[in-house]
């Protein structure tokens, strides 16, 4: 184990506590504890392919460094897979982890998590919970060909004071809530902050940076019976550097203003305003080197969704509209300054209706309307099908260039029988106009983004889903199988022969292929009892088909596995001891080995004969932890401690495989690099 | 293979906390052709050669007999057959001039593979070093070449550092990033402690070092550029030639720089 993983590994971790309680969404006036049982509404719910979660269910399964990181665990779930040890991304259903679209209180924020993406910026203390959709959605949502994951935050507590503070060796976090005004304003403020750049001060490693912020506010204002204020703020910020040579930094910023207001019954109406930025800044500088790399995605929209309640029916309806900003890069390599920055303007609207005509059935149907127009400014091409520019031109500032419209029906439905059983359907079609373009299969800050435009289309995938779900009659134990077929159009990839900075016009990068994956998957849940926790099993394939690559033939994409097992147990000791466990295991991975060799400018070089055709070897390990949890005699104050052991049985499993010769051409071997051992975790909570 | 991919090799070794070899049941391929062909201010060599399997590490000759290369400029009015040397080698006198266009033509067992590149004027060095740098706690070796610009063109450049006459570190750039001023490329070359460790990889006393820098073309740039990237990503490097002859064929001006390695004379950032 080399010595930046032992000192990571010594400066580990903190855990956090679970929420006792948590909040919905703002569709209802009042704050809704959640405690419908989670079996009947996995059976009842009209909308197929949606996890609807629980922040208490993602925050107990052991965390790498102890950090909980919801979006680590949303990788357990049936469906979706991690992209690798190094991220907290997530994929669905063979899309990818660009595809997912992800909103923070309903705001779009792009996560690149803390140290490059190795585990999230959501702090779980600032979250209630999260939805979600695999593909499948309601009309209300949009703009991510994957997957929606819809994150709410949760609100403070309006009875009393309190809070917490978690210390950890990585990181330490605190959070305070209360009622500003007595049973009308409440207020959550948390703040997380990493100890990695204080400890590295007293290091030979003294001149790097390793760290790590963010902080969430939530104001939650009831104006009267019928009228409700949300604000909702959050910003995330990294930096890692290496001494003065090489230095990363990425910043995210999301808020939202909302008003909820009640109509007669159960109709509301909620006016949302939203903002969000997503920066990267990167550079090297040594030895006369001097290279920066900037980018960014900014939103500002208003978000207008009625939901309207009519004895069986239910109506969601509105609009939304959005100005989009995307730096695909801005450069200075040398005395070469460029930059390529467009604008659009997004909008949208949409109706759902949801029908509940007898006990057994519930239908929901919907469409969206989607209208993208890329706007004038700066510089649009014309390319040839090398990638060359061939007509440049530029239109009035804010005009559009060209308008992308699409039409997006929804449909889903649940048949139940009776108590036990249910069998859902459904089909959407979703577009997305966000593209984003890496040379590697993860998420990191060098990844470039470009909008829908006169070149570029708008992805677009459909997708149609059948499952069965039985729960048993004391509702203790409940399965489900689901399948899928998705195909997506105009899929963005990079040409053969050219990485992100190869020029400053992306679209002269990248070639717009196809996409399809299908599979099925399995659940078993047990829900009650001192043991509790879920089995799942994902078979799946995903491929890709794009022109001029394996001579236009469908291929393996590279997130292409057959089998994924996951599974989460937790086991309630006694009153103070928690226990979870949790065992991962992946089949192997596509990926591209060469399949022969030649001389070329006297070096050996490799010939690719089939893209992503080998496996990479099988992926498992077993995590567990322990918590240790007690009330003071005052009963107001908690004390948590938390072990745990990510990797247990220590396996080295395959993150990186490269193929290296000897001098001379000879002895070609496949090396795998791996990213963790074991890792052990250590982190004290107090909640008062 | 090594090329001059900065920071790749020390991100895998700061990072990742174990490394091994794995076995992989590889799949048979039908050989390809292979050419390197040059024309410069000196002469034109071809190089004719098959591709081999990957688990095949014998010392077995690929290369290929009995073709027939012609040569040919308009500009010149030339067309000539080179000669065949034998071990895949087909050379001629023929001398690259500076501005003309030069085509190949390749014919190998009936089949024909053509190519096409346009000869540069000679490029200029200004200086070349070797420097340590440190990062974290690791002192790097890097080798740090600065080369004049052509002024007022498009200029690539194909740089290529041979350690005891065997081929050790390349690159390619374009002017892009100072046009008609002095232009950098760093070669990454080991660590000191691999150096201390006498790592079959590094530098040490007494090495000879030979400097390459070729002026190329766009053409053969677009194709030693992809090959500089695809080892990352995992793809061939574009096609050069036509009818799927792998390699490719270049006109250049190159200079050579000669130099003994020594520890003691290694800069210090």
Redesign the interface.
Known sequence: MNRLSILLIALLPVAAVAQDTTTVKGEQLQEVIVNANNAQRRLGSVQIGAEQIQMKDLTSPPALFGEVDVMRSVQLLPGVKSESDASSSFQVRGGRSAQNGILYDEAPVYSIGHLAGLFSAFNDNALAAATLYKGLVPAQFGSATASVFDIIGRTGRTDRWGGNVSIGLLSAKGSIEGPVVKDKLGLLFNIRRSYADLFLKMTDYRDNSLYFFDTNLKLDYKINERNRMFLSFFASHDKTALSETADMRWTNLAGSLSWLHQFRGQSTSQTTLFASSYDTDNGISFLGMNIAYLGHIRHAGLRQNFRLVFGKHELNTGLQSMLTDVKSAEWTRWKNYEKEQRKAWDNSAWLNWQYTPVKQLSLSAGVRFTAFSALGGPYYYEIDDKGNITWIYQRSKNKPVKTHMTIEPRLSMVYQPTEQWSIKAGYSRISQNIHALRNQNTSTPFDRYTISSNLVKPEVSDQVSLGLFYMTPTQDYDFSLEGYYRHVDNVLDYRDGVSFASAIEIERLVLAGEGRGYGAEFCARKNTGRLTGWLSYTLSWSQTRIDGISQGQWYDANNDRRHDINIVATYQLNDAWTLNATWVYNSGQAFTAPSAKYQIVDNFIYYYAERNGYRAPDYHRLDVSATWSKKLKSGKLTREWSFGIYNLYNRYNPFLIRFEDSQYGRGTKAKQYSLFGIVPSVSFNLKF | ???SI??LSSF?????????????D????N??Y?A?ASITQDGTTVKL???????D???QN?NIEGATVVLSCKKWDIEETLTEKGSGVYTSTLKGQPGATYNIDIEIDGKHFTSSSTMQVAPVMNSFRF?W?????ERFL?A?LRIQDTPDENSYY?M?I?RNN??YR?AVMND???KN?E??Q?FQCTTERDMDKGD??ALQDGDNIRLEIRSIDKLSY?Y????Q??????????ANFTGGC???FSAYHIITYRYTFRRNEVEE?
């Not at chain 2, 740098?133 to 706690?137: A, D």
Request: net charge negative; with cysteine.
């Open positions: 293979m090594k090329k900065l920071f895998i070794s700061l990072f990742c906390s174990c490394e091994k070899e794995i076995d992989i590889y799949r048979e391929v050989s390809l292979v390197e050669s098959k591709t081999q399997n990957i688990t590490n014998s010392r690929h420097v740098k440190k990062m974290l706690t890097f740090d194909f290529h041979y065997v081929g390349w892009e990033n100072n001023g232009l950098q760093l079959s990889d677009d030693l550029y992809s090959m990237v695809m080892d990352n990503a995992g793809t061939n490097p574009i792998l390699g490719y950032e």
